[in-house]
């Protein structure tokens, strides 16, 4: 198996713009999270499916921030508009079951937003 | 609420030494309980796990970690250092319904 893909690996964009960042479970997982990275907050749940409907978002820090999962193998988080404090690593993981699952991670997005 | 708790964001060891990363829970359940991985520049990766059973947990790269319900500990060892286990550490909670809780993670360097 791939693994948890996600792209881009990387993302550079200017403050105010649409950023739309990817990701594809592991083929039979039934549950995806995507994550937050930062030094300063260090590793946040953002949101996550069951499959395919949100079961809890409320880590989405803002309005500005929104996911979907239209089917079991993709899912996006966008972010519009984007600004500087966004910038951080996003990470995609999946697993089997909830919690007591093991959550396998994707490699990360780093996004920057200048 | 769970919840997990990391004593030291960084921990130093000498190559060949012992290392020991702490790790406090808090559930109001029988919790499972993780340790992932991250090296640079890479997603988190499943050191180890604790579902049921054994208290004793081995896992990978010669990592094992000791479930203490009374001590509501799960410290993570590994007895002899090598620079290739340079990383940062997460220990992680779950009542089994909910997603995973993180700590915020401890890094760990390793002295030639």
């Known amino acids: 198996d791939a693994g948890v893909i996600q792209s881009p690996r990387h993302e550079v964009t200017e403050m105010g713009q649409e950023v739309t960042l990817r990701c594809k479970p592991i083929?039979?997982?039934?549950?995806l999270f995507w994550y937050r990275q930062t030094m300063m907050r260090g590793l946040e749940l953002l949101i996550y499916f069951n499959n395919n409907v949100p079961i809890d978002d409320s880590g989405m820090p803002e309005d500005r921030f929104s996911a979907k999962m239209p089917n079991a193998s993709f899912s996006t988080l966008k972010i519009q508009p984007s600004e500087p404090r966004d910038s951080a690593v996003y990470f995609c993981?999946?697993?089997?079951?909830?919690?007591?699952?093991?959550?396998?991670f994707g490699p990360g997005t780093r996004l920057t937003v200048l | 609420a769970q919840s997990v708790t990391q004593l030291g964001s960084h921990v130093s060891v000498s190559e060949g030494a012992l290392v020991l990363l702490r790790c406090n829970y808090s559930?109001?359940?029988?919790?499972?309980l993780f340790w992932y991985v991250q090296y640079p520049n890479q997603g988190l990766q499943l050191l180890l796990k604790y579902t049921t059973g054994a208290t004793l947990v081995k896992g990978i790269n010669g990592f094992e970690a000791e479930f203490k319900k009374s001590e509501t500990s799960f410290h993570l060892t590994k007895p002899s250092a090598h620079m290739s286990d340079a990383a940062e550490y997460f220990c992680?909670?779950?009542?089994?319904?909910?997603?995973?809780?993180f700590g915020k993670g401890t890094r760990l360097s390793v002295i030639a």
């Open positions: 992680a909670v779950s009542e089994g319904n909910t997603p995973l809780v």
């Open positions: 993981a999946s697993s089997f079951t909830e919690g007591g699952g093991t959550q396998y």
């Open positions: 559930s109001s359940v029988p919790p499972y």
């Open positions: 083929s039979g997982h039934d549950y």
